[in-house]
């Protein structure tokens, strides 16, 4: 049996992931998660503050953003990562009729709660598209 052609070949994972969400069960759960998929390093911020002196000092090859912070939204946070490249998908607990701002329509949103293999999948992809580039 020949192996498969690259396009089928297993997705490889981000080393290290930024977490922004402001529940801590739930960046808890994600940290959890993707550790468990072998990812080296998982950050977690609370804040859009945090958030940012985090990817200041070290830039995360992946983020996961929670669209709804105490008082604060992340966008902020998507600016930043976008200008340097960085893959990131959206993640909230309202409705797919969520409003973002216009520069982040195309990103990609996963529901709270999501599954695990959805998680896995969006991680895989987005890493996908990085090495691309």
């Known amino acids: ?33 993707i550790l468990g998929f072998g990812v080296k390093t998982v950050r977690t911020a609370a ?18 953003l929670d669209v709804g912070l105490v008082h604060e939204k992340s966008f902020a946070i998507a600016e930043r990562l976008d200008a340097l490249e960085i893959p990131l998908v959206f993640v909230t607990g309202y409705s797919a009729d969520v409003r973002l701002p216009a520069a982040f329509t195309h990103k990609p949103r996963l529901p709270k709660p999501c599954s ?7 991680l895989g992809s987005r890493s996908d598209n990085l090495a691309r580039r």
């Open 47 to 64: 804040s859009v503050a945090k958030a940012l002196e985090m990817i200041a000092d070290r830039a995360p090859d992946f983020a996961l």
């Open 1 to 33: 049996m020949e192996p498969a052609p690259p396009d089928h070949m297993p997705t490889a994972l981000p080393n290290d992931v930024l977490i922004v969400e402001d529940d801590p069960i739930i960046a808890l759960d994600f940290e959890d998660t």
């Open 116 to 122: 695990a293999d959805a998680l896995k999948a969006m």
